[in-house]
């Protein structure tokens, strides 16, 4: 009996670290198909986006990596500015945030697809700097992030009325963008800490790859 209660511990103990093990990079991300599509299941309702290679080959790689990880289930939309973006990516579970924090990847050149309404890309803070962050564009963007560049790496095809739905009024103080630099308090707390202070938030409940 008691051997049997120390064998129940110890597999309850492994628990957390085989789940974290399940949702970090164990190996290189596998090449994303031509097009693709994920669903992103949300307390407002679904929203559709397809991935496009061609517009940003590694982009589209590692957010289908993150998809397949499960890094952006149970995700807070924490930075909506109404009539210009919607920002997600910081993983609720801190540890896993902090693992894929500093996994950058190269840029994609600039090649075709501009930031006009609906198109997703990475946001980042420096060059060959981005990790797990996007963002959606509400607006059409172009003249600001083409030139940055954000490369889109896809778009959305159904949901736009949902992603326009998103709360937005808690604007830049939910966390702000990577560039402002106030961010360690949502990578350390994770959901904990956008509950507790920005309560409102929508989220991502669910992100899969549609095989619909």
Request: aromatic share 10%.
């Amino acid at each position: 009996m008691h051997s049997l209660a120390r064998l129940l511990a110890a597999v309850l103990c492994l628990l957390p670290s085989a789940l974290l093990a399940s949702r970090v990079p164990q190996a290189p991300a596998p090449e994303a198909p031509p097009i693709s599509r994920v669903r992103l299941e949300t307390t407002k309702g679904d929203v559709v986006l397809e991935v496009t290679r061609a517009w940003a080959p590694r982009g589209a790689d590692r957010f289908l990596e993150l998809v397949r990880a499960r890094y952006y289930d149970d995700c807070r939309l924490f930075r909506v500015i109404k009539g210009r973006w919607a920002q997600f990516g910081i993983a609720g579970d801190p540890a896993v945030a902090q693992a894929w924090r500093t996994r950058t990847i190269p840029d994609d050149p600039f090649v075709q697809q501009s930031n006009v309404r609906g198109t997703i890309a990475f946001a980042f803070a420096v060059p060959d700097g981005r990790t797990t962050q996007v963002f959606i564009n509400t607006h059409d963007n172009s003249a600001t992030h083409d030139k940055e560049p954000f490369v889109p790496f896809g778009r959305v095809v159904q949901g736009m009325d949902i992603v326009d739905a998103w709360y937005s009024d808690y604007g830049e103080t939910s966390g702000g963008g990577i560039r402002a630099g106030h961010q360690d308090a949502a990578f350390a707390g994770g959901n904990a800490f956008f509950d507790r202070g920005f309560p409102n938030l929508d989220r991502i409940t669910r992100a899969t790859i549609d095989e619909r």
